[in-house]
């Protein structure tokens, strides 16, 4: 059994080494269940890092990517908030979010949706809710979120009708206007863009406004 010694940033540097010379999307996860206020923010984000951009194959890269949204998403320090909008959004927009099916698509519009939510874009996570509905709607989490972020807005009865397993009557609630890049002026490092991994069209979706122009791959 492998002994890491109890100062933090040492059990860092050791775990980012061995991570390292086995770079897989099983000892990621493991890496990724440490809490952030054990291991550190940044260690975990080079974990991320570290998988998506030697892992061996397609699987391993787009695994690690998605680990990352979960990883960024937990923190609540905005500029991370912002950091995970723009990398869920990069993941729509060259068709990984949706390469595995419905469900697994759906958590990353959830994840979106809740990270839009927190910064301020509420009529925006309400589309972005309903989107993670329609792709799961057996999922009584979508259905909870959705029906939360109406009543936010003052939609009670629309909030009622999901509750009660009905389509809510969306179509006149505005969405905010959404930077293309929410971290352009952060200096924040898009890393993720550089990952080498197939990429195809955008993800379907029914939110012209979610991918902004542009930002789809060219290839």
Request: hydrophobic share 40%.
């Amino acid at each position: 059994m492998t002994r890491f010694p109890s100062d933090a940033a040492e059990r860092g540097r050791q775990l980012l080494t061995m991570l390292g010379e086995e770079p897989s999307s099983n000892r990621l996860i493991d890496i990724a269940k440490i809490p952030s206020s054990v291991l550190g923010y940044e260690t975990l984000v080079a974990a991320c890092k570290i998988v998506a951009e030697r892992g061996e194959d397609d699987t391993t890269r787009a695994s690690a990517l998605q680990v990352a949204t979960t990883v960024v998403g937990a923190s609540n320090d905005p500029l991370h908030e912002r950091e995970a909008v723009d990398l869920l959004r990069w993941l729509i927009s060259v068709g990984v979010a949706c390469s595995r099916g419905d469900v697994l698509y759906a958590s990353f519009m959830g994840n979106l949706a809740m990270q839009i939510d927190s910064l301020g874009y509420e009529s925006a996570a309400v589309h972005i809710y309903n989107e993670a509905y329609m792709l799961d709607p057996t999922n009584p989490n979508y259905r909870r979120m959705l029906a939360t972020s109406l009543e936010q807005i003052g939609r009670n009865e629309e909030a009622t009708a999901v509750l009660l397993g009905r389509p809510p009557d969306i179509d006149g609630i505005q969405p905010e206007e959404i930077p293309a890049l929410l971290t352009a002026s952060d200096g924040t490092d898009r890393w993720w863009e550089r990952v080498e991994i197939q990429k195809s069209r955008p993800c379907s979706t029914r939110l012209s406004w979610l991918i902004p122009q542009g930002r789809g791959n060219d290839g």
